[in-house]
C-alpha cells in the first residue's frame, strides 16, 4: 500500500517511531510472571532425573516431607493414582503417520530419558523450601545404556526407548525425480559432497521459564499465568491435556522477556500447576532457574546435513540433493519432529536448480528433546545451502559473490510466484540488488585488497570475508497447507478494531508479543489506516479472555497474518462508519471519500466529519442507517492464501589470530527485504538481535554432552554467549520487493539476522583460513579448533 510523508510524519506505516512497550519496561512497571503473586500459593520444586537412561527402582520422600515449610512430595507414580491429566504431552506434528511418538508424561513413573526429566514435585510453602526439599528427595536409579549422539541412534545397537526395537522416528521426503537427480550428479562437471553438523543450542532467554496457576474453586475457573509465546495454543492444550474444561481455562502472557522458540510449547510445570491447582484449590506456581533450563526447557538445532551440489562447467546448478539426520531428543514435544522439516523446501536456496531432492530422518536420542529455536529449520537449510555454495565456488575456480550471480532465480532480476522444485510457490523476489548493496556497504573490493596484503606480508591476524544470500519461508499458512502437512493448527489470524464512544481506538490481536513491538506497530498500522495519532490506540493481547481468538506468534508470522488481520477489520470499520457519515450528509455512501481520517462529500471537502467522532454516533445509535447494528466494531479471520518468502544478504568480516585460533567478528553488513516496512526502526532491532544469535552459534554457542548423555555446561558460567563487547556496530539497509499474498505487501523479519549470519560468520571463518587448505570448520569456531584446524592443514600435531 502506498504511504505518503504526512503519515510517516503523523506515526503511521513507515514511521521510525519509538516503541509504545518500553516505558514500562524499563521503570519496572511491566509484570513478568515472577512478579505475580496470589494469596496461598504454592511452590513446586522439581526433582529431575540425575541420569540419562534408567529404570526408576525406589524414591524416598520421606526426608523431604517432613522439612519445615513442605506441603507434600508426589512421585510421577502417586501423580497417575491421582488421575490429574488423561493424555500424555502434545506433539501437534506427527508429520508422518506411522512416525513413532513414545508417550511423554507431565513425571516419569517408571522409566527416564533424559538427564533433567521430572521424577517428583515438591509442593511448598516458598520457593527456597521447595528448593532445599528437591535435595532430599532420594532417587535410586537402575541405569541402562544411554542414546547419547545422534550417530549412536544411528547405529541401533542400543535404544532410547526399550520398548522400540529401532531409534528411527521417522523418515520424510521431498524427492519428485530420485532417477533423474542422480543422473544430473553423475553427469556434472562439478560436485561439492559436504557434512555439516548443527550443534545443539539451549535458549537463553532474559526471562527464564515461569507458570502461575490460581484457581476459582467456587466457580471451577483456573487462570495461568505463563511466559508462554502461545496462550490460545496453550490453553487448548492444556485443557486436551488435563480434560478440564476449555471454556473453564484462562490463559495469560504477561509480560514476556523474550522467548525465540523456547516458549512456543507444552511443558510438564504448565500440566502440573493448573491440575495441581485445581486439585488443591491453592495457587501453585514455579519458575525455572537458568542451569534447571538445560534439561527442562527444549534445545534448538542439532542434526547432521549431508548435502552434496552438481554444476555444469561454468558452476551452474544442475542438482541439489540434501540428506538430514536429526536429533529429536528423547520425545517429541509439540512441534519437534515437524522442525527440521520447515527448512526442507529451502534447501535449494534463492537458487534456481532443475532437480532437487531432501530426505529427513528423525533419531531418538537420551538427551533433553529438540523444538522449535530462532528460525526452526530456516537457519539450518541457509547454512547448508551457503557453505556448499561456498565451496563449489572454489571448486569451479570463480568468487563466491559470482557463484551466487550465476545461479539466483530468474538470473536476479524481480519475479512473482516462482514455483520451486520442492513445490512452493515463492510470492516475490529480487536477489541482484541485495548483493551489490550488501558488496557496496561492506567495501568488499577494499576488503580484499587488505585481505591480499596480509597474506603476502604474512600476518598473524589474518582476515577473513563471508557471504551469505538467504531466502526464508514465513507466516505459516494457509490453513489447507498446513493440512497438507499433518500440522496440527491452522495459519489463520485473528483481529478485533473498535472505536470506542470518545474516539479513541481498540485492537484486539490474536498474536501475542514478546519483544517484537507489537502494540507499536500495530498502532502505525491504525493510525494509517484511519489518519489518526497512534497514540489514540491501545491493544489488547496475550490474554485468552480478552483476545479469545487467536494462533499466537512463532515463525515470523505476526505481520504478515496477524498484523494483516488487523489492516482488515480496520478497512471494514471504515466502511461502517462510511455508511455513517453518508447517512449524516444525506448522501450515497459510493459519494463519501474518505482522506486522511476524514470523510466528506465528493466535491463538498468543506462538509466533513472525523471517523473518531462517528464512535459516539455509533454507541448511541440515535441516528443510523436503517438495519445497521450500534457500535463501530469489525473483526477478521485472515487465512493467507501463501507464505511470505522474505530474503537478504549479509557480508561477515573476521579477524582471525592464526597464533591462538581467536576470532573476533570485526564488521557485520545485512541488507536485508521483507517486503513494506511497519517501523523500520524495530526492524533494524530485530536484525541486529537476530545476527548477534547467528553469529552465538558460529562462534561460541554448543550445549555440550558427555558419553553417558550428561549435558556438562548447562549454566552461563561454561555456555558461552555473546555479549555487545563481542558484537562489531551492525550496518543495516534494504531493499524493498513487496509480498504478493497480503494486501499490506509485508514479510516477515524477526528471524532473518539468525537465517542469514550463521553461514556468513563460518564462509568468513574459512576464508580466512583458506590459503591453509582449509575448506570447512566445524561451528562454533572457538579458539581451540582454530588452531587445531590450523595445525591439522599444516601437518602439524592435532
Not at 599 to 605: C, E, H, L, R, Y
Request: hydrophobic letters at 40%; one cysteine or more; a negative charge.
Amino acid at each position: 500500500m502506498a504511504v505518503t510523508d504526512d503519515t510517516t510524519r503523523a506515526g503511521g506505516i513507515g514511521a521510525r517511531m519509538l516503541r509504545k512497550e518500553d516505558g514500562k519496561l524499563v521503570t519496572g512497571e511491566a509484570e513478568f510472571v515472577d512478579d505475580i503473586h496470589a494469596p496461598g500459593e504454592l511452590w513446586m520444586g522439581m526433582v529431575r532425573s540425575t541420569v540419562a537412561h534408567a529404570r526408576i527402582a525406589a524414591i524416598d520422600t520421606s526426608g523431604a516431607a517432613s522439612m519445615p515449610g513442605v506441603q507434600s512430595v508426589l512421585t510421577g507414580a502417586q501423580l497417575a493414582d491421582m488421575e490429574l491429566w488423561v493424555a500424555p504431552l502434545p506433539c501437534a506434528w506427527p508429520v508422518t503417520d506411522d512416525m513413532v511418538n513414545p508417550p511423554h508424561w507431565p513425571v516419569a513413573t517408571d522409566m527416564v530419558h533424559h538427564v533433567g526429566e521430572l521424577v517428583a514435585v515438591v509442593l511448598a510453602e516458598s520457593r527456597f523450601a521447595a528448593a532445599d526439599a528437591i535435595e532430599h528427595v532420594i532417587v535410586e536409579y537402575e541405569s541402562q545404556p544411554p542414546v547419547a549422539t545422534v550417530e549412536q541412534a544411528m547405529a541401533d545397537v542400543d535404544h532410547a526407548h526399550l520398548e522400540h526395537s529401532t531409534n528411527k522416528a521417522y523418515t520424510w521426503a521431498i524427492d519428485p525425480d530420485p532417477d533423474g537427480t542422480q543422473a544430473a550428479i553423475a553427469a556434472a562437471a562439478h560436485v561439492v559432497s559436504a557434512r555439516f553438523v548443527q550443534q545443539r543450542l539451549i535458549p537463553v532467554a532474559i526471562e527464564p521459564r515461569g507458570v502461575l496457576a490460581v484457581p476459582s474453586p467456587m466457580g471451577g475457573d483456573i487462570t495461568l499465568y505463563s511466559t508462554t509465546q502461545v496462550p490460545h495454543v496453550l490453553r487448548v492444550m492444556v485443557a486436551a491435556t488435563t480434560g478440564l474444561p476449555e471454556q473453564k481455562l484462562r490463559v495469560i502472557a504477561p509480560a514476556v522477556g523474550g522467548g525465540f522458540g523456547a516458549k512456543l510449547n507444552v511443558n510438564p510445570d504448565e500440566i502440573l500447576a493448573v491440575a495441581l491447582s485445581h486439585r488443591l484449590g491453592r495457587a501453585v506456581r514455579w519458575t525455572e532457574t537458568r542451569s534447571e533450563a538445560a534439561g527442562s526447557t527444549h534445545q534448538g538445532r542439532g542434526q547432521i546435513q549431508h548435502v552434496e551440489l552438481a554444476s555444469d562447467a561454468d558452476g551452474k546448478l544442475t542438482a541439489i540433493r540434501v540428506k538430514i539426520d536429526a536429533d529429536m531428543g528423547a520425545y517429541m514435544t509439540l512441534l519437534t519432529p515437524g522442525v527440521p522439516l520447515l527448512g526442507s523446501f529451502l534447501y535449494h536456496g534463492v537458487y534456481d536448480t532443475p532437480k532437487f531432492s531432501f530426505t529427513c530422518e528423525g533419531w531418538f536420542t537420551n538427551r533433553t528433546p529438540t523444538d522449535a529455536y530462532r528460525g526452526a529449520g530456516r537457519p539450518e537449510a541457509s547454512y547448508a545451502i551457503e557453505r556448499a555454495m561456498d565451496m563449489l565456488a572454489y571448486e569451479v575456480g570463480i568468487g563466491t559473490d559470482e557463484i551466487r550471480r550465476r545461479n539466483y532465480i530468474n538470473g536476479g532480476e524481480p519475479f512473482e510466484m516462482w514455483e520451486n522444485p520442492a513445490g512452493l510457490s515463492f510470492d516475490s523476489g529480487h536477489y541482484g540488488p541485495t548483493l551489490d548493496r550488501a558488496l557496496e556497504l561492506a567495501d568488499v573490493a577494499g576488503l580484499r585488497a587488505e585481505q591480499q596484503r596480509r597474506r603476502e606480508t604474512g600476518a598473524i591476524r589474518q582476515l577473513g570475508i563471508g557471504l551469505c544470500t538467504y531466502v526464508e519461508i514465513c507466516g505459516l499458512a494457509p490453513s489447507r497447507a498446513l493440512g497438507g502437512l499433518n500440522y496440527g493448527a491452522g495459519g489463520w489470524e485473528h483481529a478485533t478494531v473498535r472505536i470506542l464512544p470518545t474516539g479513541k481506538v481498540e485492537v484486539v490481536s490474536g498474536s501475542t508479543p514478546h519483544g517484537q513491538g507489537h502494540e507499536t506497530s500495530w498502532s502505525q498500522i491504525i493510525a494509517t489506516k484511519m489518519g489518526i495519532s497512534p497514540d489514540d490506540v491501545t491493544v489488547l493481547h496475550s490474554d485468552t479472555a480478552l483476545s479469545p481468538l487467536g494462533l499466537d506468534t512463532y515463525g515470523s508470522r505476526s505481520l504478515s497474518v496477524g498484523g494483516v488481520a488487523i489492516a482488515m477489520a480496520a478497512d471494514k470499520v471504515i466502511e461502517k462508519a462510511r455508511k455513517i457519515a453518508a447517512h449524516q450528509f444525506e448522501a450515497a455512501p459510493e459519494d463519501v471519500e474518505f482522506v486522511d481520517g476524514s470523510f466528506s462529500v465528493a466535491g463538498t471537502p468543506s462538509k466533513s466529519v472525523h471517523i473518531q467522532e462517528l464512535g459516539f454516533a455509533a454507541f448511541t445509535a440515535h441516528d443510523l442507517p436503517d438495519g445497521m447494528e450500534p457500535n463501530l466494531q469489525e473483526q477478521v479471520s485472515f487465512d493467507p492464501p501463501n507464505f511470505a518468502f522474505p530474503f537478504g544478504t549479509h557480508v561477515a568480516v573476521v579477524e582471525i589470530d592464526e597464533d591462538t585460533g581467536g576470532v573476533e567478528l570485526i564488521g557485520y553488513y545485512a541488507v536485508d527485504d521483507c517486503g513494506n516496512q511497519v517501523n523500520p526502526l524495530i526492524v533494524e532491532g530485530q536484525i541486529h538481535g537476530g545476527v548477534v544469535q547467528g553469529a552465538a552459534q558460529a562462534l561460541y554457542e554448543v550445549a555440550v554432552y558427555d558419553d553417558d548423555a550428561n549435558i556438562i555446561n548447562p549454566s552461563l558460567m561454561n555456555y558461552l554467549v555473546p555479549s555487545a563487547a563481542e558484537m562489531p556496530s551492525i550496518v543495516t539497509d534494504s531493499t524493498c520487493t513487496p509480498s504478493t499474498t497480503n494486501p499490506l505487501g509485508v514479510k516477515g523479519v524477526g528471524e532473518a539476522g539468525t537465517i542469514g549470519s550463521a553461514a556468513a560468520v563460518i564462509n568468513a571463518v574459512v576464508d580466512a583460513l583458506r590459503p591453509h587448505g582449509v575448506t570447512d570448520i566445524e561451528m562454533p569456531a572457538s579458539p581451540m579448533r582454530v588452531r587445531r584446524t590450523i595445525e591439522q592443514a599444516d601437518g602439524g600435531a592435532s
